[in-house]
C-alpha cells in the first residue's frame, strides 16, 4: 500500500507529496555550491512500471524516484490488482493477482504515461490521456501500432477500449519519432506471436533502459540503441529486477543551475553520455565543464553567453530542457534563439518569465531571447514540469523575492528540487498558499 502521508524517517519515503496548495519562495543572488546527488528518471521508471504487467509475478525496482508521478502510476496499477511498496528507494510490484483491465479517467487524466497500459496484449479500457498545458498531444502512434499488431481498439466515451486477443508480430514505421509509442510496442511484441520490425523508433536513453530491462526478464529484442528494431515475441517473462537509470533531464537541470548562478558544483548519479547535448550547448555559454561518469562537474561564467537552440530527438538537444534554457539565456549576453521542433506550442513558460523581466518574443515555434543584466522577482504560476523548473532556475538569480505558486507541477517531475537546492546553497522555502 503507498502511504500519503510522509513517514520519511522510517524509511519508506524520501519526500513527502505536495498538496495543490504549495508554493516555493525564492530570494535570488545566491552562489550555489556542493554536489547533488541525481535521483532515478521519471520517463525511465514510469514505462518499467507498465511492463510490470506483462509478466505476473513480484518485481523489484531499485533507485526508484519517489515522484507525484509514480505515485499516480502506482496507484494505477493497484486499481488493476497488483501490489504496491515502497522502502528506502526500492519499489517492489507484485502483479501476480492482477485481474482488471480498466485504468479510470481521474487518475490517467493527470498523467500521459498511463497509455502505457495498452501494452498488455491489448486488453485494456484505458481513458485516452487527458490535456496538457501545451497543445494536442495524440496517441495515434500507439494505437495505429497496436492495430497493425491485431489489436481491436476502439474509442468509446473518451476509453480506449482493447479486447482480450493474441498479438502478432507486424512491421510498423515511425511516421515520427515517439519515445511512448516506441516503448508501447516494444513492450506488446515482447509476447506477440512472430517478429515485429518497428522502424524509426526512439532512442532515448530510458528506451534503451526499457530494452535492457526486457531482455533480461528474456524478451528478445535485435537492434536496441538503433533506430530499427527487430522483436521475437516469447511464451513468458520472468519478473524485472533493476536499477531504474539515472534522470538525465534532472541533472540537466542542475547544471542549467549552475550557469545561470556562475557557480561550481558537482552532479553525482549522472550519465554524462545522456546529457551530452546540453553540455555542449552549455560550454557554448562558457561553462567549464568536467564529465567524469558517474560524476560531472561544471562552473559556470560570470555571465552567459547568448546560445541558438533547435530541439530534436536523442541525441539531439531534449525538448524537457528548452524551457529551462530559456531561463538561462534570458540574462544572457545577447540574442538566443530557441526553437522547439517537438511542441511546437511549448512555451507556457514564455509569459512567466517576462513578468519576471526577460525580454522575449515568439514566432510560431521560436522565441527570440534578448538577454537582460538582471530579472526582479514577482509572483508567478507554474504550468507544467519543466516550465516550473524553468522559474526556479530565473528566480535563483532575480532581484528580490519570487513565489512560485502551483508546483505540484514541478514535484510531478522533480524529487525534492527545493531540498536539493537549498543544500546548495540556495535560498528556497517550501509555503503553503
Ligand atoms: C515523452 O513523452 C516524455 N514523457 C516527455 O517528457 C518528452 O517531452 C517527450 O517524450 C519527448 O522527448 C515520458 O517519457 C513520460 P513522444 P511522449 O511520443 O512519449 C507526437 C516531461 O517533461 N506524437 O516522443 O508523450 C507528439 O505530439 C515529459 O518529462 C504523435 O503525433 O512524447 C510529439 O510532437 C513532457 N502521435 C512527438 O510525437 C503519437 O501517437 C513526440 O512525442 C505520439 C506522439
Redesign the pocket.
Known amino acids: 500500500m503507498i502511504p500519503d502521508a510522509p513517514a520519511a524517517e522510517a524509511g519508506t519515503l524520501t519526500a513527502a507529496p505536495s498538496t495543490p496548495m504549495d508554493a516555493l519562495v525564492i530570494r535570488g543572488g545566491r552562489k550555489l555550491s556542493g554536489r547533488a546527488e541525481i535521483s532515478g528518471a521519471?520517463?525511465a521508471a514510469?514505462?518499467v512500471m507498465a511492463a510490470t504487467l506483462l509478466a505476473p509475478g513480484v518485481h523489484t525496482l531499485h533507485n526508484f524516484p519517489l515522484l507525484s508521478d509514480t505515485r499516480t502510476m502506482a496507484r494505477v496499477l493497484e486499481q488493476l490488482g497488483a501490489r504496491v511498496e515502497f522502502r528506502d528507494r526500492v519499489c517492489r510490484i507484485d502483479t501476480s493477482n492482477v485481474d482488471s483491465v480498466e485504468a479510470p479517467y481521474d487518475l490517467v487524466r493527470t498523467m500521459?504515461?498511463s497509455i502505457y497500459l495498452l501494452a498488455r496484449f491489448g486488453a485494456a479500457r484505458v481513458s485516452l490521456p487527458g490535456g496538457c498545458a501545451w497543445g494536442?498531444?495524440?496517441?495515434?502512434?500507439?494505437?495505429e501500432g497496436l492495430q497493425a499488431m491485431g489489436a481491436s481498439l476502439e474509442i468509446d466515451h473518451g476509453y480506449i477500449v482493447g479486447s482480450d486477443v493474441k498479438l502478432h508480430g507486424a512491421t510498423f514505421d515511425f511516421e515520427?519519432?515517439?519515445?511512448?509509442?516506441t516503448?508501447q510496442l516494444m513492450m506488446a511484441a515482447t509476447l506477440a506471436e512472430g517478429t515485429t520490425v518497428l522502424e524509426n523508433v526512439?532512442i532515448?536513453p530510458?528506451i534503451t533502459a526499457l530494452g535492457d530491462v526486457l531482455i533480461r526478464c528474456g524478451a528478445r529484442i535485435e537492434g536496441l540503441g538503433t533506430r530499427r528494431l527487430a522483436i521475437h515475441g516469447v511464451r513468458q517473462l520472468k519478473p524485472i529486477d533493476t536499477h531504474i537509470i539515472p534522470d538525465r533531464?534532472e541533472a540537466a537541470t542542475f547544471l542549467a543551475a549552475a550557469a545561470i548562478t556562475g557557480s561550481g558544483i558537482a552532479l553525482q548519479r549522472c550519465e554524462a553520455g545522456d546529457v551530452a547535448a546540453v553540455m555542449h550547448k552549455l560550454e557554448e555559454t562558457g561553462c567549464q565543464i568536467l564529465p567524469d561518469s558517474p560524476r560531472v562537474t561544471i562552473a559556470g561564467p560570470v555571465r552567459p553567453g547568448a546560445v541558438n537552440i533547435k530541439t530534436a530527438?536523442?541525441p539531439g538537444f531534449?525538448?524537457?530542457m528548452q524551457a529551462q534554457m530559456m531561463a538561462v539565456c534570458a540574462i544572457a549576453e545577447g540574442t538566443s534563439v530557441i526553437t522547439d521542433t517537438?511542441?511546437v506550442d511549448r512555451f507556457t513558460h514564455v509569459p512567466e518569465l517576462v513578468r519576471l523581466g526577460a525580454d522575449i518574443r515568439l514566432e510560431q515555434n521560436t522565441a527570440i531571447v534578448k538577454g537582460v543584466p538582471r530579472l526582479q522577482g514577482a509572483p508567478v504560476m507554474a504550468t507544467?514540469?519543466?516550465a516550473s523548473a524553468a522559474l526556479v532556475l530565473a528566480a535563483l538569480v532575480a532581484d528580490g523575492e519570487t513565489r512560485i505558486s502551483r508546483i505540484y507541477h514541478l514535484d510531478r517531475?522533480y524529487e525534492a528540487l527545493d531540498e536539493k537546492l537549498s543544500k546548495l546553497g540556495a535560498d528556497v522555502q517550501r509555503v503553503q498558499e
Do not use: M
Open positions: 521519471k520517463n514510469l514505462p500521459r504515461a494536442p498531444r495524440p496517441v495515434n502512434l500507439h494505437i515520427i519519432v515517439s519515445v511512448g509509442a516503448a526512439a532515448e530510458d533531464i530527438p536523442f531534449p525538448t524537457d517537438i511542441y507544467d514540469i519543466r517531475g
